[in-house]
């Protein structure tokens, strides 16, 4: 199992499936090629999904850097859902501190599409 | 802006707040991470960057960067500092 990533554009529809060599059970490593697919779609951009395979659906101080690090580049605020292999959970920037992140109250949408896929590509290594 | 990029020079391009920018002046290429972090940080922070608009608080915690070198429509080297999208680790 390797982690794996996708990313949503605001209706929901999978962008870009993100499996970057150097991807581990425990962590995907920084990659230009995802920061320039959410530089090119930031008009429509959603957020971001990520798998935590056998983990909590909590993030992690790297994604929390991460998450604010990708915000304050693009100059908006995403959802960043953490997948498990029972659970999704989404979480936005509550504030106040730039790592205030809070899990967002579920939304009829967040049952997405594109979740099962990304369990399965986490399952196949990408 | 100056046009002239000397060897051993470097453009250095930022994207923040949704904007993207090159500092008017080139920078030496071998300056460290830190260094052109710090270059960077401090021309945002006094508006110096065509094409993004001056933010006396901005931080730029966790941005990387990424080094180019010449090519045949490019022939100076290139640096893009921007935000790391690292995944993972223990919660």
């Known amino acids: 199992m390797l982690e794996t990533a996708v990313v949503i554009d ?3 529809q999978v962008l870009h499936w ?3 060599p150097g991807a581990t059970a425990t962590a995907l490593p920084d990659a230009r090629g995802l920061w320039e697919v959410l530089w090119i779609h930031r008009s429509r951009l959603g957020g971001v999904a990520h798998v935590h395979p056998g983990g909590a659906p909590v993030p992690s101080a790297v ?3 991460t998450f604010a690090a990708c915000e304050a580049g693009l100059g908006r605020r995403l959802v960043w859902w953490i997948a498990t292999a029972t659970d999704l959970v989404a979480f936005v920037h509550a504030g106040p501190g730039r790592l205030d992140y809070h899990p967002r109250p579920h939304v009829v949408k967040d049952v997405a599409a594109w979740l099962p896929e990304l369990r399965d590509r986490s399952l196949r290594g990408g | 802006m100056n046009q002239r990029i000397d ?5 250095l391009n930022l994207t923040w707040n949704g904007q993207n920018g090159d500092l008017p002046d080139p920078v030496p290429y071998d300056a460290s991470d830190a260094q052109l972090r710090a270059m960077a940080l401090e021309a945002l922070r006094n508006g110096d960057i065509p094409g993004i ?5 901005a931080r730029l915690d966790d941005f990387v960067v990424d080094r180019f070198g010449p090519t045949a429509t490019m022939p100076w080297h ?3 500092v921007r935000p790391k999208t690292p995944f993972g680790g223990a919660p």
């Open chain 1, 10 to 12: 605001v209706d929901g």
């Open chain 1, 18 to 20: 993100h499996a970057p």
């Open chain 1, 63 to 65: 994604d929390l850097t």
């Open chain 2, 7 to 11: 060897a051993g020079q470097a453009r």
């Open chain 2, 53 to 57: 608009h001056i933010d006396r608080g």
């Open chain 2, 78 to 80: 290139r640096i893009f």
